[in-house]
């Protein structure tokens, strides 16, 4: 269901930022004045479609998969059943939980712990700000490939899947991760593959 700012912006006023969707949501820009430091809680039951960027005062809960194309600020905790991707900056007051994957395109910056059940998939020559992290693995974004083939001197094209570059990776990562070449990113994203 799409929901112009006009109609966010009443149902603030009327639920008095509390609001509440049990479906999908498609939604254009949410600025921070006067309509995202006014949302105190924002639940969706399903999926979440953001064109622009998404600004929430309180605590964001997505049931299903959340996508912003632009930045996503939220001052609570932000929970997320599926999967999260942003593609600008992603900035969470609170603890950051993500039930399936996580592409950030921008930076990260989350004050609590970042807790995510599938993959964090990490493009970034620094390390994302978080007090604790917890994922599955931390893989490159697919236009990182070649980057990645050329550091560990193997064949990393398409159409190999990750899974696949991963098996051929595994038998070399103890010796690997021995040599002195990593950088301190590169070497926290190979760990994550034991």
């Known amino acids: 269901m799409k929901?112009?700012?006009d109609e966010l912006k009443q149902k603030?006023?009327?639920?008095?930022?509390?609001?509440?969707?049990?479906?999908?949501?498609?939604?254009?820009?949410?600025?921070?004045?006067?309509?995202?430091?006014?949302?105190?809680?924002?639940?969706v039951g399903?999926?979440?479609?953001?064109r622009g960027n998404l600004y929430v005062g309180g605590y964001l809960d997505v049931g299903g998969d959340l996508y912003v194309r632009g930045n996503l600020y939220v001052r609570g905790y932000l929970d997320v059943g599926g999967?999260?991707?942003?593609?600008?900056?992603?900035?969470?007051?609170g603890n950051l939980y993500v039930g399936g994957y996580l592409n950030v395109r921008g930076n990260l910056n989350v004050r609590g712990n970042l807790n995510v059940r599938g993959d964090l998939y990490w493009s970034h020559a620094s390390m994302p700000k978080a007090k604790e992290i917890k994922c599955k693995r931390v893989l490159p974004p697919a236009w990182q490939r070649e980057y990645w083939g050329d550091r560990l001197g193997i064949?990393?094209?398409?159409?190999?899947?990750?899974d696949q570059i991963i098996d051929e990776i595994k038998p070399h990562l103890d010796e690997w991760l021995k040599l002195d070449k990593w950088t301190p990113t590169e070497r926290w994203m190979l760990e994550s593959l034991k």
């Open 3 to 5: 929901i112009t700012l």
């Open 12 to 43: 603030i006023s009327e639920t008095n930022g509390i609001l509440k969707y049990e479906k999908d949501i498609e939604l254009e820009s949410i600025p921070w004045k006067d309509v995202g430091e006014k949302i105190i809680s924002f639940y």
């Open 46 to 50: 399903g999926n979440l479609y953001v």
């Open 83 to 93: 999967y999260l991707d942003v593609g600008g900056d992603l900035y969470v007051r």
């Open 155 to 162: 064949d990393t094209s398409s159409p190999k899947c990750y």
